[in-house]
């Protein structure tokens, strides 16, 4: 059974999105193990050439690493993913590199009508960048509208076409993982490039 890290994209003590990840949690238990992971407390990423990396961030890495895929929910912030999940990702990218070729799933909720569409579609940006270089599964949107009235007092989805949605692309992610793992005869050159990556040498 696959292992995946779900992670919260928020550090906000309560979200929907966190929400949404319970419930894939507990609704494809049969199919995989999900985990969930927090970003909450993490200090503010500075570039901190000769000091250790944060104890938590070497304990998400060391997770991302050996889960064989990452699922992110993300709300939208001004248009934006949330600064603190930015701020995660700019250390998942600094002498770690866990996300080079991971398969990535993006799903996000929001209390309007455009399901965080904004904010995934510059989180796809992000994790294309070439210190993180994710694989990010295409053509994948999940956007949970109005996601304060989408779940029931269980934290379940109670619109049925958004839960087929999601069953649907849940079992494509299986797929992409699988196949994912096929993909990986440049693997060790990708960490190398993300390792050894740095924009000041650039012309």
Same mark, same amino acid.
């Given at each position: 059974?696959?292992?995946? $890290?779900?992670? $919260?994209?928020? =550090?906000?003590?309560?979200?929907?999105?966190?929400?949404?990840?319970? %419930?894939?949690?507990?609704?494809? @238990?049969?199919?995989?193990?999900?985990?969930?992971?927090?970003?909450?407390?993490?200090?503010?990423? =500075?570039?901190?050439? =000769?000091?250790?990396?944060?104890?938590? $961030?070497?304990?998400?890495?060391?997770?991302?690493?050996?889960?064989?895929?990452?699922?992110? @929910?993300?709300?939208? %912030?001004?248009?934006?993913?949330? @600064?603190?999940?930015? =701020? @995660?990702?700019?250390?998942?990218?600094?002498? !770690?590199?866990?996300? !080079?070729?991971?398969?990535?799933?993006?799903?996000?909720?929001?209390?309007?009508?455009?399901?965080?569409? /904004?904010?995934?579609?510059?989180?796809?940006?992000?994790?294309?960048?070439?210190?993180? /270089?994710?694989?990010?599964?295409?053509?994948?949107?999940?956007?949970?509208?109005?996601?304060?009235?989408?779940?029931?007092?269980?934290?379940?989805?109670?619109?049925?076409?958004?839960?087929?949605?999601?069953?649907?692309?849940?079992?494509?992610?299986?797929?992409?993982?699988?196949?994912?793992?096929?993909?990986?005869?440049?693997?060790?050159?990708?960490?190398?490039?993300?390792?050894?990556?740095?924009?000041?040498?650039?012309?």
């Amino acid at each position: 059974m696959d292992k995946f $890290v779900a992670m $919260v994209g928020t =550090n906000a003590k309560t979200s929907t999105n966190r929400t949404l990840l319970q %419930y894939m949690k507990r609704h494809f @238990a049969d199919q995989a193990e999900l985990q969930l992971m927090e970003i909450t407390d993490l200090p503010l990423f =500075n570039k901190p050439e =000769n000091s250790p990396i944060p104890p938590q $961030v070497v304990t998400m890495a060391t997770a991302i690493d050996d889960a064989d895929g990452v699922i992110i @929910a993300t709300p939208e %912030y001004d248009h934006s993913a949330p @600064a603190a999940l930015m =701020n @995660a990702l700019e250390w998942l990218s600094h002498r !770690v590199h866990p996300f !080079v070729d991971k398969p990535v799933m993006i799903v996000g909720a929001s209390y309007g009508s455009l399901g965080s569409s /904004r904010a995934q579609a510059h989180l796809r940006q992000i994790l294309d960048s070439p210190e993180l /270089r994710a694989r990010i599964m295409p053509s994948s949107e999940y956007l949970l509208g109005h996601s304060l009235q989408a779940f029931d007092d269980k934290g379940n989805l109670t619109d049925a076409k958004d839960a087929k949605k999601l069953d649907g692309l849940f079992k494509d992610f299986l797929t992409f993982v699988k196949f994912s793992g096929e993909l990986n005869n440049a693997t060790g050159l990708n960490k190398k490039e993300a390792k050894d990556f740095d924009w000041s040498t650039l012309e």
